[in-house]
Protein backbone atom coordinates (compact mmCIF):
# COMPACT_ATOMS: atom_id res chain seq x y z
CA UNK A 1 0.00 0.00 0.00
CA UNK A 2 0.93 3.41 -0.92
CA UNK A 3 1.57 5.03 3.03
CA UNK A 4 0.74 8.90 1.47
CA UNK A 5 -2.55 7.85 0.45
CA UNK A 6 -2.91 6.01 3.75
CA UNK A 7 -2.11 8.96 5.92
CA UNK A 8 -4.51 11.11 3.18
CA UNK A 9 -7.13 8.58 3.99
CA UNK A 10 -6.84 8.68 7.57
CA UNK A 11 -6.40 12.50 7.85
CA UNK A 12 -9.97 12.76 5.56
CA UNK A 13 -11.32 10.85 8.32
CA UNK A 14 -10.53 13.24 10.76
CA UNK A 15 -11.72 15.77 8.75
CA UNK A 16 -9.02 18.09 7.51
CA UNK A 17 -9.56 20.38 4.82
CA UNK A 18 -6.36 22.48 3.29
CA UNK A 19 -3.15 22.28 4.50
CA UNK A 20 -2.35 19.71 6.93
CA UNK A 21 0.02 20.93 9.82
CA UNK A 22 3.24 18.66 10.16
CA UNK A 23 3.22 18.07 13.54
CA UNK A 24 -0.51 16.05 12.58
CA UNK A 25 1.48 14.22 9.61
CA UNK A 26 3.98 12.94 12.49
CA UNK A 27 1.28 12.05 14.65
CA UNK A 28 -0.96 10.33 11.95
CA UNK A 29 2.13 8.49 10.90
CA UNK A 30 2.88 7.04 14.54
CA UNK A 31 -0.77 6.05 14.59
CA UNK A 32 -0.63 4.56 11.24
CA UNK A 33 2.58 2.27 12.03
CA UNK A 34 0.51 1.18 15.09
CA UNK A 35 -2.67 0.24 13.34
CA UNK A 36 -0.37 -2.10 10.80
CA UNK A 37 0.90 -3.56 14.12
CA UNK A 38 -2.63 -4.54 15.51
CA UNK A 39 -3.95 -5.53 12.35
CA UNK A 40 -5.26 -8.86 11.47
CA UNK A 41 -7.44 -8.13 8.61
CA UNK A 42 -9.24 -11.41 7.18
CA UNK A 43 -11.97 -11.51 4.74
CA UNK A 44 -14.36 -14.20 3.07
CA UNK A 45 -16.81 -13.95 -0.13
CA UNK A 46 -18.28 -16.03 -2.41
CA UNK A 47 -19.48 -15.63 -6.20
CA UNK A 48 -23.13 -15.26 -7.32
CA UNK A 49 -24.81 -14.84 -10.60
CA UNK A 50 -28.81 -14.85 -9.93
CA UNK A 51 -29.59 -11.90 -7.35
CA UNK A 52 -30.71 -12.92 -4.03
CA UNK A 53 -34.03 -11.27 -2.68
CA UNK A 54 -33.08 -8.63 -0.88
CA UNK A 55 -30.41 -7.52 -4.31
CA UNK A 56 -33.91 -6.97 -6.31
CA UNK A 57 -35.32 -4.19 -4.76
CA UNK A 58 -33.33 -0.30 -4.99
CA UNK A 59 -30.51 0.70 -4.35
CA UNK A 60 -28.98 -2.49 -4.61
CA UNK A 61 -30.87 -3.35 -8.29
CA UNK A 62 -29.49 -0.14 -9.46
CA UNK A 63 -25.87 -0.88 -8.74
CA UNK A 64 -25.66 -3.92 -9.86
CA UNK A 65 -27.38 -3.34 -13.44
CA UNK A 66 -25.28 -4.36 -16.10
CA UNK A 67 -22.81 -6.55 -14.10
CA UNK A 68 -22.85 -10.34 -14.95
CA UNK A 69 -22.97 -11.46 -11.44
CA UNK A 70 -21.82 -10.35 -7.63
CA UNK A 71 -19.98 -11.33 -4.48
CA UNK A 72 -21.02 -10.98 -0.84
CA UNK A 73 -17.88 -10.23 0.73
CA UNK A 74 -17.13 -9.39 4.58
CA UNK A 75 -14.06 -8.30 5.84
CA UNK A 76 -12.51 -7.02 9.33
CA UNK A 77 -9.68 -5.34 10.70
CA UNK A 78 -10.12 -7.50 14.09
CA UNK A 79 -10.57 -6.19 17.55
CA UNK A 80 -6.84 -5.42 18.59
CA UNK A 81 -7.26 -1.99 17.09
CA UNK A 82 -10.37 -1.69 18.72
CA UNK A 83 -9.41 -2.22 22.53
CA UNK A 84 -6.43 -0.16 21.72
CA UNK A 85 -8.61 2.60 20.75
CA UNK A 86 -10.58 2.08 23.86
CA UNK A 87 -7.56 1.89 26.42
CA UNK A 88 -6.44 5.37 25.38
CA UNK A 89 -9.73 7.12 25.07
CA UNK A 90 -8.21 7.99 28.93
CA UNK A 91 -4.94 8.31 28.58
CA UNK A 92 -4.43 10.22 25.62
CA UNK A 93 -8.11 10.85 23.70
CA UNK A 94 -6.18 13.15 21.08
CA UNK A 95 -3.85 9.60 19.98
CA UNK A 96 -7.13 7.54 20.14
CA UNK A 97 -8.97 9.72 17.79
CA UNK A 98 -6.25 9.59 15.32
CA UNK A 99 -5.61 5.76 16.23
CA UNK A 100 -9.08 5.49 15.05
CA UNK A 101 -9.45 7.16 11.70
CA UNK A 102 -6.12 5.22 11.16
CA UNK A 103 -8.01 2.01 11.07
CA UNK A 104 -10.47 2.99 9.45
CA UNK A 105 -8.28 4.26 6.56
CA UNK A 106 -6.41 0.88 6.63
CA UNK A 107 -9.40 -1.38 6.80
CA UNK A 108 -10.58 0.22 3.53
CA UNK A 109 -7.38 0.02 1.68
CA UNK A 110 -6.87 -3.45 2.61
CA UNK A 111 -9.91 -4.62 1.53
CA UNK A 112 -9.90 -2.92 -2.02
CA UNK A 113 -6.38 -4.53 -2.21
CA UNK A 114 -8.14 -8.36 -1.37
CA UNK A 115 -10.96 -7.76 -3.77
CA UNK A 116 -8.56 -7.36 -6.43
CA UNK A 117 -9.20 -11.60 -5.98
CA UNK A 118 -12.25 -11.03 -7.92
CA UNK A 119 -11.21 -9.82 -10.83
CA UNK A 120 -10.01 -6.75 -12.62
CA UNK A 121 -13.85 -5.95 -13.90
CA UNK A 122 -15.55 -5.22 -10.95
CA UNK A 123 -17.02 -2.12 -9.17
CA UNK A 124 -16.72 -0.69 -5.48
CA UNK A 125 -17.89 -2.25 -2.70
CA UNK A 126 -21.45 -1.20 -1.63
CA UNK A 127 -22.49 -2.10 1.93
CA UNK A 128 -25.40 -2.12 3.52
CA UNK A 129 -26.73 1.85 4.95
CA UNK A 130 -25.36 3.18 1.64
CA UNK A 131 -27.05 5.08 -0.66
CA UNK A 132 -30.33 4.73 1.36
CA UNK A 133 -30.51 0.95 1.64
CA UNK A 134 -30.49 -0.53 5.02
CA UNK A 135 -27.89 -1.68 7.75
CA UNK A 136 -30.12 -4.51 8.58
CA UNK A 137 -29.78 -5.87 5.24
CA UNK A 138 -26.30 -7.05 6.76
CA UNK A 139 -28.47 -9.91 8.09
CA UNK A 140 -28.54 -11.18 4.51
CA UNK A 141 -24.69 -11.60 3.65
CA UNK A 142 -24.26 -12.98 7.17
CA UNK A 143 -26.82 -15.55 6.45
CA UNK A 144 -24.90 -16.24 3.09
CA UNK A 145 -21.43 -15.76 4.36
CA UNK A 146 -21.48 -16.88 7.49
CA UNK A 147 -18.21 -14.32 8.88
CA UNK A 148 -18.11 -15.70 12.53
CA UNK A 149 -15.68 -17.69 11.16
CA UNK A 150 -13.09 -14.66 11.12
CA UNK A 151 -13.84 -13.04 13.92
CA UNK A 152 -17.38 -11.28 12.87
CA UNK A 153 -20.37 -10.36 14.51
CA UNK A 154 -24.16 -8.96 13.66
CA UNK A 155 -25.37 -6.87 16.78
CA UNK A 156 -29.23 -6.60 16.97
CA UNK A 157 -28.91 -3.17 15.72
CA UNK A 158 -27.20 -4.69 12.15
CA UNK A 159 -24.33 -3.20 12.90
CA UNK A 160 -20.97 -5.09 12.82
CA UNK A 161 -18.61 -5.93 15.49
CA UNK A 162 -15.27 -5.45 15.57
CA UNK A 163 -16.15 -2.29 14.74
CA UNK A 164 -13.06 -2.18 11.75
CA UNK A 165 -15.32 -4.63 9.92
CA UNK A 166 -17.51 -4.52 6.34
CA UNK A 167 -19.59 -6.08 5.36
CA UNK A 168 -20.97 -5.69 1.31
CA UNK A 169 -21.64 -6.14 -2.20
CA UNK A 170 -19.36 -5.91 -5.21
CA UNK A 171 -20.55 -6.10 -8.50
CA UNK A 172 -18.63 -8.26 -11.47
CA UNK A 173 -17.96 -7.69 -15.04
CA UNK A 174 -18.87 -4.55 -15.06
CA UNK A 175 -15.55 -1.68 -13.62
CA UNK A 176 -17.60 0.90 -11.67
CA UNK A 177 -15.01 3.42 -9.23
CA UNK A 178 -16.32 5.41 -6.35
CA UNK A 179 -17.10 8.98 -7.59
CA UNK A 180 -19.33 11.80 -6.33
CA UNK A 181 -21.08 11.24 -9.78
CA UNK A 182 -22.68 8.01 -9.08
CA UNK A 183 -23.35 8.09 -5.59
CA UNK A 184 -26.80 7.73 -4.67
CA UNK A 185 -26.49 9.51 -1.60
CA UNK A 186 -24.78 12.60 -3.50
CA UNK A 187 -27.79 14.95 -2.72
CA UNK A 188 -27.71 15.15 0.94
CA UNK A 189 -24.07 14.14 1.25
CA UNK A 190 -22.06 16.07 4.02
CA UNK A 191 -18.55 15.45 2.68
CA UNK A 192 -19.40 17.34 -0.70
CA UNK A 193 -21.11 19.88 1.18
CA UNK A 194 -17.61 20.40 3.27
CA UNK A 195 -15.74 19.63 -0.27
CA UNK A 196 -14.37 16.56 0.35
CA UNK A 197 -14.68 13.12 -0.60
CA UNK A 198 -15.73 10.02 1.51
CA UNK A 199 -13.44 7.91 -0.26
CA UNK A 200 -9.41 8.77 -1.14
CA UNK A 201 -8.86 9.97 -4.16
CA UNK A 202 -6.49 7.51 -5.52
CA UNK A 203 -6.01 3.95 -4.50
CA UNK A 204 -4.35 2.70 -1.82
Not at 155 to 161: E, F, N, T, V
Request: aromatic letters at 8%; a neutral charge.
Amino acid sequence: MNSSELRRAACAYLGCRGEVPEELFALVDGCMEEARSLAHFRAVAREYTAPLPFLRQEPYAGFLAGCSGYALVAMTLGAEAERRVRALMTLDPARAVVLDACASALVECEADAWEECLGPARTYRFCPGYGGSDVADNAYIFRELDPSRIGMQLLPSGMIAPQKSMAGIVGLGKRAHRTCENCMAAAGCIYKKEGRTCYPEKGC
